[in-house]
């Protein structure tokens, strides 16, 4: 059973940065691929971006290439979410997610998630 705990949310002012960590826990996270979704209040869960096992291959939503940056470390056991350029649409509930096989967008490939960190961007 993989555990996972997301960190580094907050407040900040629009144009800044913040980065998110996911500890995991329970299970063979370097096996695995790790995600970042978000879900911002009265719309659906979305994909972010998302990390191959090894690290060597990453996928991002259009809406955050150039902006964010995806990461692991698979000797800590830890992804990150480095997110920059900060606008007030990024406001959302940030989750992080351990999948199984390849690199995948789809909600329903990830079957671990974390409790989610709060984003909020000011204006």
């Known amino acids: 059973q993989v555990q996972l705990v997301e960190s580094g949310g907050g407040l900040v002012q629009a144009g800044g940065s913040l980065r998110l960590s996911c500890a995991a826990s329970?299970?063979?996270?370097?096996?695995?691929?790790m995600g970042w979704f978000r879900q911002a209040p009265g719309k659906e869960r979305e994909f972010v971006a998302g990390i191959s096992w090894s690290g060597d291959a990453t996928l991002y939503a259009d809406s955050v290439k150039g902006r964010f940056t995806i990461s692991r470390d698979n000797a800590k056991n830890t992804q990150y979410l480095q997110m920059s350029s900060l606008k007030p649409e990024d406001t959302a509930v940030y989750y992080c997610?351990?999948?199984?096989?390849?690199?995948?967008?789809?909600?329903?490939?990830?079957?671990?998630w974390g409790q989610g960190t709060q984003v909020t961007v000011s204006s």
């Open positions: 329970g299970g063979i996270f370097s096996s695995r691929p």
């Open positions: 997610a351990a999948g199984m096989g390849g690199l995948r967008t789809e909600n329903g490939k990830y079957n671990y």
